[in-house]
C-alpha cells in the first residue's frame, strides 16, 4: 500500500525566493564534509532503490547513485525540482518527483535506502514522516539521517554559561518577527531525542558521525581546502560520541521482522 495522507504541506516548503544550488556555493567545505560522511556510512554496501527525501536540487542524489541501482529524488518544491533537471543531466537512473516527506508515495517496502539530509531542521515535529520513512523501507533496509545538532559543543557551552541543560526538545531558532509572519521554521534538535524517536518506529543505529566539525569563517578562511578536509576526516568519528559537530549522521538499520510478525510472539 502507499500512503494515504494527502497534500498538506505549507506554501513556504516551496520557496521561490532561495535558489538552494546557489546556497550552496560558498559552502564547499560543508558539502564536501557531508559528502566525506554518506561515502563513509554507505561504504561497502549496495542498493537496488534509493528515496532522497527533501533532496532539493539532487546536491546528494549523484552520491547516492554510486551505491544505488536506481534513486528517487523527492521534494517537496517545484522551483527545486526544477533546478534538478540540469544538475541531474547525466545521470538517468536518478528520478525526481514532487511529493511532501509526510505522504510518500511508495509502497511499502519498496526501497532499501532512505535519506533524510538537511530535512529535519524544517520539522519541529518529525514523527510522521519518521513512520513514513520505516513504512517505505524493506527489512533490513538502512535509513541515512542528517540532524542539525542542538548539542554541539560550542552550544553546550553558551548554554553551560547561562546555567541551564541543553534541552531535549526541539529548539526554533527563527526570529519573532520571522515567528509572526509565519516563516518557514528552523529548528535543532537533540541528536539522542531523534534517535530515541527512530528507534521507536522500529530502525536501530549502528554508526554515527560529527559533521561539519570545522564549520567555522576563521577555520575555512584559513586552512586550505585539503587540510579541512583531512582533519575533518580524522574526527568524524571520534567526535561522535559527544555529539560534538553541528550535523550529526546517523545510519540507522530496518529489523528483518516487526516484533508483531515474529513467530510466537502471541
Given at each position: 500500500?502507499?500512503s494515504?495522507?494527502?497534500?498538506?504541506?505549507?506554501?513556504?516548503y516551496?520557496?521561490?525566493?532561495?535558489?538552494?544550488?546557489?546556497?550552496?556555493?560558498s559552502?564547499?567545505?560543508?558539502?564536501?564534509?557531508e559528502?566525506?560522511?554518506?561515502?563513509?556510512?554507505?561504504?561497502?554496501?549496495?542498493?537496488?532503490?534509493?528515496?532522497?527525501?527533501g533532496?532539493?536540487?539532487g546536491?546528494?542524489?549523484?552520491?547516492?547513485?554510486?551505491?544505488?541501482?536506481?534513486?528517487t529524488?523527492?521534494?517537496?518544491?517545484?522551483?527545486?525540482?526544477?533546478?534538478?533537471?540540469?544538475?541531474?543531466?547525466?545521470?538517468?537512473?536518478?528520478?525526481?518527483?514532487?511529493?511532501?516527506?509526510?505522504?510518500?508515495?511508495?509502497?511499502?517496502?519498496?526501497?532499501?535506502?532512505?535519506?533524510?539530509?538537511?530535512?529535519?531542521?524544517?520539522?519541529?515535529?518529525?514523527?510522521?514522516?519518521?513512520?513514513?520513512?520505516?513504512?517505505i523501507?524493506?527489512?533490513?533496509?538502512?535509513?541515512?539521517?542528517?540532524?542539525?545538532?542542538?548539542?554541539?559543543?560550542?552550544?553546550?557551552?553558551?548554554?553551560?554559561?547561562?546555567?541551564?541543560?541543553?534541552?531535549?526538545?526541539?529548539?526554533?531558532?527563527?526570529?519573532?518577527?520571522?515567528?509572526?509572519?509565519?516563516?518557514?521554521?528552523?529548528?535543532?534538535?537533540?541528536?539522542?531525542?531523534?534517535?530515541?524517536?527512530?528507534?521507536a518506529?522500529?530502525?536501530?543505529?549502528?554508526?554515527?558521525?560529527?559533521?561539519?566539525?570545522?564549520?567555522?569563517?576563521?577555520?575555512?578562511?584559513?586552512?586550505?581546502?585539503?587540510?579541512?578536509?583531512?582533519?575533518?576526516?580524522?574526527?568524524?568519528?571520534?567526535?561522535?560520541?559527544?555529539?560534538?559537530?553541528?550535523?550529526?549522521?546517523?545510519?540507522?538499520?530496518?529489523?528483518?521482522?516487526?516484533?508483531?510478525?515474529?513467530?510466537?510472539?502471541?
Amino acid at each position: 500500500m502507499t500512503s494515504t495522507v494527502t497534500r498538506s504541506w505549507p506554501a513556504y516548503y516551496d520557496d521561490q525566493d532561495l535558489n538552494y544550488r546557489d546556497y550552496w556555493t560558498s559552502r564547499d567545505y560543508e558539502h564536501d564534509a557531508e559528502v566525506m560522511a554518506v561515502r563513509r556510512l554507505l561504504r561497502g554496501r549496495t542498493f537496488e532503490h534509493a528515496v532522497d527525501i527533501g533532496g532539493g536540487y539532487g546536491r546528494l542524489s549523484v552520491v547516492l547513485a554510486d551505491f544505488a541501482g536506481r534513486v528517487t529524488l523527492v521534494d517537496s518544491s517545484r522551483q527545486q525540482l526544477d533546478l534538478s533537471a540540469a544538475y541531474l543531466r547525466g545521470h538517468p537512473r536518478i528520478t525526481p518527483r514532487l511529493m511532501d516527506a509526510s505522504a510518500l508515495q511508495f509502497e511499502d517496502q519498496s526501497a532499501d535506502l532512505a535519506c533524510l539530509v538537511r530535512v529535519l531542521h524544517h520539522l519541529p515535529d518529525p514523527a510522521t514522516e519518521m513512520r513514513e520513512l520505516h513504512r517505505i523501507l524493506r527489512p533490513g533496509g538502512y535509513a541515512l539521517i542528517e540532524v542539525a545538532n542542538l548539542a554541539h559543543a560550542v552550544n553546550r557551552v553558551r548554554y553551560l554559561l547561562r546555567g541551564r541543560p541543553v534541552p531535549l526538545s526541539a529548539v526554533d531558532l527563527r526570529s519573532p518577527a520571522l515567528k509572526a509572519s509565519g516563516g518557514i521554521p528552523f529548528v535543532n534538535h537533540h541528536p539522542a531525542t531523534v534517535i530515541g524517536q527512530l528507534q521507536a518506529t522500529g530502525l536501530r543505529l549502528e554508526q554515527m558521525l560529527s559533521v561539519s566539525n570545522l564549520r567555522h569563517r576563521a577555520l575555512t578562511q584559513l586552512l586550505p581546502r585539503h587540510a579541512l578536509l583531512a582533519v575533518e576526516r580524522a574526527l568524524q568519528d571520534r567526535l561522535a560520541p559527544v555529539y560534538f559537530g553541528p550535523s550529526m549522521f546517523l545510519l540507522l538499520r530496518k529489523g528483518q521482522k516487526a516484533d508483531w510478525e515474529r513467530p510466537g510472539r502471541f
